[in-house]
């Protein structure tokens, strides 16, 4: 895949992590993108691709591109054998400046970037976009179409606060390295290590140590990929869980004989 980003300039800087564009065939037809301490908005440009929101929705549709405030659950992306579409890595408090309605509203509710900016603004970003002599050239489109859409938003500076104290805790788990789940867990507040699992499996449907292993396998098949710290692929998701169930259902004398 073809992947080019860059990181805005001021003020925008202040808001998003980088700007992208992204073209070609994905590792996966299906990759799930759990909850992380950041939002999304995408302008897609080529065929659509799908979003479900958790396991009790179903999909739907995303021709034109969508905008995913931070979620608190994981979601479901469903590309097509070619992607093509031009994007914006938001930090968790970045995407409100950009709406015209609250962000709280949008929350764990993936919308099209048409009901957020109305269709002809859409269209005509889009036409720019078609024009524009290449990824960077497009990049700065897409930048100059943010920088005309900011707006003052009250109250930023505690959301910001608060936000970078989550967003440091859990990027600072690397899947390349070992992890102490204790020291996460401790570091993310919490009273104990079980409550935390249970929290973390709730939000991705796999424990902790399940989504590293899912992670790692990731970095082992596709080295070096340009998704490699983002989403996880759904096929090892199900494949994991699989193996939960199997487990789970296996007597416990049988168990006890595997863990020797």
Not at 14 to 23: K, R
Not at 98 to 106: D, G, H, I, R, T
Not at 113 to 130: F, N, P, S, T
Not at 222 to 228: I, T
Request: aromatic letters at 10%.
């Amino acid at each position: 895949m073809e992947y080019v980003s860059r990181v805005p300039r001021p003020p925008l800087d202040g808001l998003i992590d980088d700007l992208y564009y992204l073209e070609g065939t994905p590792p996966y037809a299906r990759l799930m993108l759990p909850p992380m301490p950041g939002a999304l908005l995408i302008v897609i440009l080529g065929d659509p691709f799908r979003i479900r929101g958790g396991a009790d929705l179903s999909s739907a549709e995303y021709a034109d591109g969508c905008v995913i405030t931070t979620p608190s659950r994981a979601l479901e992306f469903g590309y097509p054998l070619q992607t093509r579409s031009v994007g914006v890595h938001v930090k968790a408090w970045g995407l409100a400046p950009f709406l015209p309605m609250p962000a709280a509203e949008l929350c764990d509710r993936p919308v099209t970037i048409e009901q957020v900016w109305g269709r002809a603004a859409v269209a005509e970003l889009q036409d720019r976009l078609a024009a524009a002599g290449g990824p960077d050239e497009m990049l700065t489109v897409l930048e100059d179409e943010l920088m005309r859409r900011l707006t003052e938003t009250a109250g930023l500076a505690l959301v910001r606060h608060t936000s970078s104290v989550i967003a440091a805790t859990v990027l600072s788990i690397d899947p390349a390295e070992p992890i102490d789940w204790g020291d996460v867990a401790g570091g993310a507040g919490y009273f104990d290590q079980a409550h935390f699992s249970h929290e973390f499996r709730a939000f991705t449907g796999l424990t902790p140590t399940q989504y590293v292993e899912v992670r790692r396998r990731f970095l082992r098949e596709h080295p070096g990929h340009v998704l490699d710290n983002w989403p996880v692929p759904i096929d090892f998701l199900q494949e994991g869980q699989l193996a939960r169930r199997q487990f789970e259902a296996t007597p416990t004398w049988r168990r006890a004989l595997w863990a020797r």
